[in-house]
């Protein structure tokens, strides 16, 4: 069983960044395929960003060139930096687990954290 635990956000003005947190517990990190997710209010959770066990990147179109998505094996931590931010990037985002990067493309996960909140202001 895998806990993730996010943090990070906040509120910032448009053109600003932050970097977000998840933290995981209670399995083996490295074995596991990390991604992000976010949903905005009154829409359907959508992925963001994926990385592989070893490094390889995956981007939603809306976000390439702004995100940018890291892990540290040795802390059992996913980050996503977020540059360049917009008001359309507002939302909750969640940080989310899987042995498949397959799944995770897919929008499906094994696991996931309580999410943190990302507003953007204009």
């Known amino acids: 069983q895998v806990q993730l635990v996010e943090s990070g956000g906040g509120l910032v003005q448009a053109g600003g960044s932050l970097r977000l947190s998840c933290a995981a517990s209670g399995g083996t990190f490295s074995s596991h395929v990390m991604g992000w997710f976010r949903q905005a209010p009154g829409k359907e959770r959508e992925f963001v960003a994926a990385i592989s066990r070893s490094g390889i990147t995956y981007y939603t179109d809306s976000v390439k060139g702004r995100f940018t998505i890291s892990r540290d094996n040795a802390k059992n931590t996913v980050y996503l930096q977020m540059n360049s931010l917009k008001p359309e990037d507002t939302a909750v985002y969640y940080c989310?687990?899987?042995?498949?990067?397959?799944?995770?493309?897919?929008?499906?996960?094994?696991?996931w954290g309580q999410g943190t909140q990302v507003t953007v202001s204009s």
């Open positions: 989310a687990a899987d042995r498949a990067m397959a799944r995770i493309l897919n929008g499906e996960y094994d696991y």
